[in-house]
Nanobody, 119 residues
């Protein structure tokens, strides 16, 4: 399985922005979709958004739609999560994950990066 590494987390005030990155370790890896997920303290992991690797089409959870943007750089095997207008409720550990082919689960996960939004 491909190794994924997130970066870019940190502490930001409400209304601020952060950009997370997720880099795949292999120059060639099978991916259909790259997804972003998050787990807030005491809560279940939840879907944030995804990008279809070949087309670049995206889909977002309602809670982040209009504030978060996912993009990818095929040459760098990297997917980004641009987070704007952050809210304290966005505080969570953010994970990226790889869905190798359509219909499969997200089987490769990064270690996560902490995002803390202060009010």
């Amino acid at each position: 399985q491909v190794q994924l590494a997130e970066s870019g987390g940190g502490l930001v005030q409400a209304g601020g922005s952060l950009r997370l990155s997720c880099e795949a370790s292999e120059r060639t890896f099978s991916t259909y979709t790259m997804g972003w997920f998050r787990r807030a303290p005491g809560k279940e992991r939840e879907f944030v958004g995804l990008v279809r690797w070949s087309s670049g089409s995206t889909h977002y959870a309602d809670s982040v739609k209009g504030r978060f943007t996912i993009s990818r750089d095929n040459a760098k095997n990297t997917v980004y999560l641009q987070m704007n207008r952050l809210k304290p409720e966005d505080t969570a550990i953010y994970y990226c994950a790889n869905q190798a082919t359509a219909g499969m689960d997200f089987r490769s996960w990064g270690q996560g990066t902490q995002v803390t939004v202060s009010s």
